[in-house]
């Protein structure tokens, strides 16, 4: 049976993408950001996943504001790394295991929760960039060494899904993908956060006290975590901040008790704080 | 319209369904401006690019004004103005410092710093008093 064995909370700053396309990570400005990666590369290495089930926001790049779903689940053979106005990155296509891409969406619908089923999808930084982090410098002629199945949550146009919301979908993912009869590694991954704010006159808000306190809460007290609503996340980590709605997803596909193997949190990278957890499940 | 919990926020446009309705059109301008076939037309003739757009006066003035904060005002949301701000080769970060009236070393520094503190800064009342 599928099983998943791990989770992966991670901020997607297009600005962690660019240092890494342009070879700048050991600027002592991105050094203490990539820093805590290392370990994190390594710890991959030796639990390496077949699937990665990711869950990611497209920043008006696949989507504009003609069509705004909640949850559009990627079912499409491969995804392109999209043009976001300054070119595609330089990584490779993201392939994706197709088969339990279409199960789960049809486990999650029976399930009662209606997702959009996206058969042609450009990824933008949103994905990529958590990929990059975790598998390091890739070409596009490279193979990212995974299969992915992309999952965008809106972010962009409030209301964004609850935090209780996404929990609860993540539970159902686990249904899911427990239920699929491979013999296969899956990693689930929360992207995006932490505290930032990227507009108006509040632009540059960072919340350093809170976004440690909700990783804490995350990991250990998950039924405290998901009841965090939407005006606590906009007012305490920027309006940007509610991106976190989509670390719940994650935790919410994982058991009650996870284990913390690794903690990286660091101010700033461009405009952002950048937060990154591993959790693995127990057993 | 109902009242809104995330109004007393300060320098904070919650983007939600009325600034989305609001402008829906300054914004499908500014994407367009991720295509360079887009850009293309924008530079070669800015207003003949925009009256593809069903954009209100006051937008188009602030598009020419690049009027940053202006543009969120009136429905704009910033995952689509810096579209705008990349076609004039603005950085996302220089973009922020700008709305935030601050010089971008300035801005830059206060990242470096640990950025923007919430504190003083959760509630309009509290700039109020500034
Ligand atoms: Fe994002």
């Known amino acids: ?283 | 319209m109902t009242e809104k919990a995330y109004e007393d926020i300060p320098g904070t446009f919650v983007f939600d369904a009325d600034r989305s309705r609001q402008g829906y059109w300054l914004n499908q301008f500014c994407i367009s401006l991720s295509k360079e076939v887009n850009r293309q037309a924008f530079r070669d003739d800015p207003e003949a690019h925009m009256a593809k757009f069903k954009m209100t006066e006051d937008q188009k003035q602030a598009v020419r004004d690049r009027d940053w904060n202006g543009l969120l005002a009136l429905g704009g949301n910033i995952y689509y103005t810096s579209k705008l701000a990349a076609f004039d080769g603005i950085v996302f970060q220089d973009l922020a410092a700008m709305m935030s009236g601050m010089t971008r070393e300035d801005y830059r520094q206060m990242m470096v710093d640990g950025g923007r503190s919430v504190e003083g800064n959760r509630y309009k009342s509290e700039w109020e008093k500034k």
């Open chain 1, 1 to 283: 049976m599928a099983k998943i064995t791990a989770g992966i909370a991670c901020s997607h700053v297009p600005a962690i993408g660019v240092a890494m396309d342009q070879h700048i990570t050991e600027q002592p400005y991105w050094q203490p950001v990539f820093e805590g990666f290392e370990f994190s590369r390594e710890w991959n290495k030796k639990n390496k996943p077949d699937v990665v089930f990711l869950v990611y926001n497209d920043h008006c790049t696949a989507f504009d504001a003609s069509c705004i779903p909640t949850f559009a689940l990627g079912c499409a053979a491969e995804f392109t790394p999209a043009d976001e106005g300054w070119g595609p990155r330089p990584v490779p296509v993201v392939k994706n295991h197709q088969e339990l891409a279409s199960h789960i969406a049809q486990s999650l619908i029976l399930d009662e929760f209606d997702m959009t089923i996206m058969n042609e999808m450009d990824v933008d930084h949103g994905l990529t960039v958590p990929l990059s982090v975790m598998f390091g410098d890739k070409t596009p002629e490279d193979d990212w060494g995974t299969l992915v199945i992309p999952l965008a949550v809106n972010v962009v146009q409030y209301p964004a899904p609850t935090a209780n919301r996404c929990y609860k979908l993540g539970q159902s993912i686990k249904k899911a993908i427990e239920s699929w009869p491979e013999d296969i590694n899956v990693h689930i991954y929360g992207t995006g956060g932490m505290s930032h704010q990227l507009q108006s006159e509040r632009a540059g808000l960072i919340n350093a006290t809170w976004d440690q306190q909700f990783m804490d809460i995350l990991v250990n007290e998950p039924e405290k975590a998901r009841q965090i609503d939407h005006v606590e996340f906009l007012r305490e980590t920027g309006s940007e901040g509610i991106e976190m709605v989509m670390w719940l997803v994650m935790r919410g596909a994982l058991e009650e008790k996870v284990t913390e193997v690794h903690r990286h949190y660091h101010v700033p990278a461009s405009n952002t704080a950048v937060g990154h957890l591993i959790l693995e499940n127990h057993a």
